[in-house]
């Protein structure tokens, strides 16, 4: 079975800090993901990365980057946390194919007071 | 926006009665997807239907597909309490790898 795992389950941090938020998946896919989940947005991706080093823009990418130095880890970097970067995070893996399924890990609750 | 919009937004039945869903989009699609979310986790793939089928069944999951109306629908038959959950649909746009999501259906199965 698939496994992503996410470093955290919840995590608080202040204003203007640097946050790393972790994710490793094991089955050698080459896609992977970054999603946000707020209540009434529903999902909204950050970013995405189709290969070690490679890396595209989702749909909300500001205030965010990320850094994909081996094909099993993807992290999420926010420069200076804000407020309204609080909200749960969701990482997800897949292969290259199109038809293929997302594996989502179980996801990280940031708060950012 | 292109992500898939279900309907309703939240569904509350009683167990044993099917629960049907439904999701719109607005771009051509390589395959929609459905997925399914317990409280403060992670999504859980649920069913693929590629974009040249119209309809898969999977245990008492039952989605169709309708191209020429951008819509699709998820059917639980005799739905239990642990199907309680949020639901969503992710259409698949052709030419790019950004599964677009959702706000969800949240169903609700009285025991």
């Known amino acids: 079975d698939v496994k992503v795992t996410q470093s955290s389950r919840y995590l608080v941090k202040r204003t203007?800090?640097?946050v790393f938020l972790e994710c490793?998946?094991?089955m050698d896919h080459e896609n992977m993901f970054w999603y946000r989940q707020d209540p009434g947005l529903g999902l909204r991706l950050i970013y995405f990365s189709y290969d070690v080093k490679m890396?595209?823009?989702g749909d909300i990418p500001e205030g965010y980057s990320v850094s994909r130095e081996k094909k099993e880890r993807f992290s999420l970097i926010l420069e200076s946390a804000s407020t309204n970067q609080t909200s749960?995070?969701?990482c997800a893996s897949s292969p290259v194919s199109y038809n293929s399924p997302l594996h989502f890990g179980n996801g990280t609750r940031l708060t950012v007071t | 926006s292109q992500q898939g919009e279900e309907d309703p937004q939240a569904l509350?039945?009683?167990e044993g009665e099917n629960a049907t869903m439904n999701c719109s989009y607005k771009t051509s699609i390589n395959n929609l997807q459905w997925y399914r979310q317990n409280s403060g986790r992670g999504l859980v793939h649920l069913i693929l239907i590629r974009s040249n089928e119209r309809e898969k069944h999977s245990g008492r999951l039952r989605v169709t597909l309708d191209t020429s109306k951008k819509s699709s629908s998820l059917l639980i038959t005799a739905s239990r309490a642990a199907?309680?959950?949020s639901y969503f649909?992710?259409?698949f746009p052709s030419g790019t790898y950004k599964y677009i999501f959702?706000?969800?259906t949240r169903l609700k199965v009285l025991a």
């Open chain 1, 24 to 26: 490793v998946q094991d």
């Open chain 2, 83 to 85: 199907d309680t959950a």
């Open chain 1, 55 to 57: 890396k595209e823009k």
């Open chain 2, 89 to 91: 649909c992710a259409p």
């Open chain 1, 88 to 90: 749960m995070y969701l």
């Open chain 2, 102 to 104: 959702g706000t969800g």
């Open chain 2, 12 to 14: 509350s039945i009683q």
């Open chain 1, 16 to 18: 203007g800090e640097k």
